[in-house]
């Protein structure tokens, strides 16, 4: 019997000439069959002094109908916001071992209200 794996990345602590920082790491598939390392900063360790508070700057969240929405948090918010995003849209999808998201932002142009 096979067990499922349902690898999601790591939050570790990583030190900068700026100071410490949470870095999100991952394995993304490339279109050969490969997988590459990939690092995001989440933000810093003076900001987000705890794992938990680093984790939840972007989370899926479920409605009461089970609908998933994208709440953004410190610095994904102050990035979304600089962007003038209007509407985020999630799409998940998994299948065994798979797992996919594809998130679509909508953003505002020109001197549009938001």
């Not at 598939?29 to 002094?49: F, H, I, L, N, S």
Request: a positive charge; hydrophobic letters at 35%; aromatic letters at 6%.
């Amino acid at each position: 019997m096979r067990r499922a794996r349902y690898q999601e990345g790591c939050l570790t602590r990583s030190k900068r000439k700026t100071g410490d920082v949470w870095e999100f790491r991952f394995r993304e598939c490339q279109p050969d069959g490969t997988r590459k390392m990939r690092c995001v900063v989440v933000g810093p360790v003076a900001r987000y002094r705890t794992r938990t508070a680093a984790l939840h700057q972007i989370e899926v969240l479920r409605d009461a109908t089970g609908h998933c929405t994208l709440g953004l948090h410190g610095v994904a918010r102050e990035a979304a916001e600089k962007a003038r995003v209007s509407e985020l849209s999630l799409s998940l999808s998994r299948d065994g071992d798979y797992a996919t998201a594809l998130v679509v932002a909508l953003c505002m142009r020109g001197n549009e209200p938001n």
